[in-house]
Each structure stands twice: as structure tokens, then as C-alpha cells.
């Protein structure tokens, strides 16, 4: 079995269950907003740990001319806020070496 490691306490690799949940993409800041305290609050009532996942920058999109998130500073600095006030680990997709 691969070794385990911890993210801010969330353990991957030992075989016990957690979730990465969250928005496919940061369409706005209030939306981020209520889906992560509704995922913070149903988790915790639960006792099952979770990585909040959204991503700043959704490429994928069916459409060329569809909105792709907030970018990379905007984004961030919204994933970072959740983070911290709600003190849960933030992931995001990162596309480029850039980024």
C-alpha cells in the first residue's frame, strides 16, 4: 500500500473515506460561499473529512464563448478566504506551468 499523508488533516492514502466536493467551476463568490458551508456543515454532521474543490479557470466548457471562472488571482484569493475562514482544505486545477 502507498504511504498515507495528511492535508490540513484530511488523510489520503490509508484507505479511510473522504471527499473532494465542491462546484466544477467558480461561476461566482456568494455561490462558493453557500456551497462550501453546506458541504462544511453536512460533512462535519456526518464525521466524513472533505477537500473543497472549484476550479478558477473551468477550460473544458462545451462552448468557446462560455464564462470560465474568475481566473487565477480571483480565484484563489475566494479559495483562500473559504479556506481559512471555514478552516478546510482548498484544491483547485491548475492547467499551465504558469499558473
Known amino acids: ?4 499523508f495528511s492535508i490540513q488533516g484530511v488523510t489520503v492514502g ?3 473515506l473522504f471527499f473532494i466536493l465542491g462546484p466544477r467551476a467558480l ?3 456568494e455561490f462558493a460561499w453557500r456551497m462550501a458551508r453546506s458541504l462544511h456543515e453536512h460533512c462535519s454532521r ?12 473551468k477550460a473544458n466548457r462545451t ?7 474568475p481566473g487565477v488571482k ?3 484569493r475566494i ?3 473559504i479556506g481559512r475562514e471555514l478552516k478546510i ?6 492547467h499551465t506551468e504558469e499558473q
Open 74 to 76: 480571483e480565484g484563489c
Open 46 to 57: 456526518l464525521g466524513v473529512p472533505f477537500l473543497f474543490k472549484a476550479s478558477y479557470d
Open 14 to 16: 490509508d484507505g479511510s
Open 79 to 81: 479559495l483562500g478566504e
Open 27 to 29: 461561476e461566482n463568490e
Open 89 to 94: 482544505p482548498v484544491t483547485t486545477d491548475v
Open 63 to 69: 462552448s468557446v464563448s462560455s464564462f470560465r471562472g
Open 1 to 4: 500500500m502507498p504511504e498515507s
